[in-house]
Nanobody, 115 residues
């Protein structure tokens, strides 16, 4: 069973940057496209972006395109989310997971962007 552990969140001012990490254990994730998701208070969990199994392609939600970058290192079983030019509306708990047949969700990492 895969366990996902997200980290790297925190409090940052608008315009700042954060780099989130997602480390998987229990099983290799190298065969799977992986995604980042976020959930703001009172809102549904939403898709942020995804990366193919080999990192060859990336896809982003319109709200973060041009500001966020997903990368991965399959040897480290790790996926990252580089977030730049952060906005208060990016405030949420961020999670990583497969895009389908999802693994159990991790605890997520809180990102708070102050204006």
């Amino acid at each position: 069973q895969v366990q996902l552990v997200e980290s790297g969140g925190g409090l940052v001012q608008a315009g700042g940057s954060l780099r989130l990490s997602c480390v998987a254990s229990g099983r290799s994730i190298s065969d799977y496209p992986m995604g980042w998701f976020r959930q703001a208070p009172g809102a549904e969990r939403e898709f942020v972006g995804a990366i193919t199994w080999n990192g060859g392609s990336r896809y982003y939600a319109g709200s973060v395109k041009g500001r966020f970058l997903i990368s991965r290192d399959n040897a480290k079983n790790t996926v990252w989310l580089q977030m730049n030019s952060l906005k208060p509306e990016d405030t949420a708990v961020y999670y990583c997971n497969r895009l389908s047949q999802m693994f159990p969700w991790g605890q997520g990492t809180q990102v708070t962007v102050s204006s």
